[in-house]
């Protein structure tokens, strides 16, 4: 196996929410395409796109990836994330009943949450083991300044399809959220409305790879999470696990998808 002949698969990257995460990108455009542009994007910044779904790579070629890996690589979660919204790929529902075929491990799907209020996004979701969904913001305002998303994203109807979902999806639902001092003192209000949701796990952040923003303190963070704490959510700060040591199977895609870390 040559390492530099994967496009659309990379890591296995040590992640401390996932263990030993292998990354599908169902995107891997040159640029990336999201309908947010958050501040603290570790892949940069870039103008949001349209949110009409379409297919980037053939499910095919991912196949084709997944099944060149050696059986005895060393995998906790197979990660539907990439330089991109991957719920912006019309083929995530096949390709996730594809990867199973192939290979025993989990699948789980990070996502921004900006699509979940269509049918097929939902539908496609439920195929997947765990799902990650962004949760930055507790106001329309807020939502603009962290995340920068297209116009036509309400919050309130974000927030909305975030409850649907956890109304038609039986397994892990994770809320992860990313803290920097845009947002740091909304972290009450950002509880709350996790508490609503009621999800499964709360994943704490703070950009500790290079972005254009600096991370929270060890101290903030602490802060941070006494507010879900007293929400009775299940949380964990980014400061609280050990990352698992993994050998990529491409360095170069593996750091242009995810960024060097510090």
Not at 151 to 173: C, G, P, T, W
Request: hydrophobic fraction near 40%.
């Amino acid at each position: 196996m040559q390492k530099n002949e994967f496009k659309y698969i990379y890591g296995p990257v040590p992640s401390w929410r996932l263990g030993a995460s292998l990354g599908i990108d169902p995107i891997s455009h040159s640029l990336k395409q999201c309908v947010f542009d958050c501040i603290y994007c570790q892949v940069g910044r870039a103008v949001p796109c349209s949110m009409r779904r379409k297919i980037f790579v053939p499910t095919y070629s991912i196949v084709s990836e997944i099944s060149r890996l050696p059986k005895t690589l060393k995998i906790d979660y197979l990660t539907f994330s990439g330089r991109g919204e991957p719920t912006l790929a019309r083929n995530l529902g096949e390709l996730i009943e594809e990867v199973k075929k192939i290979r025993k491990e989990p699948v789980a799907v990070i996502t921004n949450s900006s699509l979940l209020g269509k049918k097929d996004v939902r539908e496609e979701l439920l195929k997947a083991d765990l799902v990650m969904a962004k949760l930055d913001a507790s106001t329309q305002a807020l939502l603009k300044v962290v995340n920068n998303p297209v116009k036509s994203i309400i919050f309130a109807e974000l927030i909305s399809n975030l409850k649907h979902l956890r109304r038609v999806y039986k397994k892990i639902l994770a809320l992860q959220i990313m803290f920097v001092k845009e947002n740091f003192n909304h972290a009450r209000s950002i509880a709350r409305i996790a508490a609503e949701i009621k999800a499964d796990k709360i994943f704490i952040n703070t950009p500790l790879r290079p972005s254009e923003c600096m991370p929270l303190s060890i101290n903030q963070m602490g802060k941070i999470k006494k507010e879900f704490l007293r929400q009775g959510l299940e949380t964990i700060s980014v400061f609280d696990k050990a990352k698992k040591k993994t050998s990529p199977i491409n360095i170069v895609a593996t750091l242009r998808r995810r960024g060097a870390s510090k």
